[in-house]
């Protein structure tokens, strides 16, 4: 069975920092691309980062270029996306994803 466990989220002031796992079960993160969305309150969903496991490219979304970091663990079959200096704009639900299969939401609120 595939299986994305997000975890992560939380309460943050701006400026300050936060990581997301995504760890997953029934395939190998290194042989797919996984992505992180993200909705904001009255907002479409939009993508944020997505890594390919096994060419190692990567994208970010302009509004978080700079701050916001993807990576992989093969060992650990996790990715993860490190995120720093993170604004009020940042606050919404967070998602892990490899299509058709998503995790679960996790909140951050970024307070200003």
């Known amino acids: 069975e595939v299986q994305l466990q997000a975890s992560g989220g939380g309460l943050v002031q701006a400026g300050g920092s936060l990581r997301f796992s995504c760890a997953a079960s029934?395939?190998?993160?290194?042989?797919?691309?996984i992505g992180w969305f993200r909705q904001a309150p009255g907002k479409e969903r939009e993508g944020v980062s997505c890594?390919?496991?096994?060419?190692?490219?990567?994208y970010y979304a302009d509004p978080v270029k700079g701050r916001f970091t993807i990576s992989s663990d093969n060992t650990n079959n996790t990715v993860y996306l490190q995120m720093n200096n993170l604004k009020p704009e940042d606050t919404a639900v967070y998602y892990c994803?490899?299509?058709?299969?998503w995790g679960q939401g996790t909140l951050v609120t970024v307070s200003s």
């Open positions: 890594i390919s496991g096994r060419d190692e490219s990567i």
């Open positions: 994803a490899t299509s058709p299969y």
């Open positions: 029934g395939f190998t993160v290194d042989d797919y691309a």
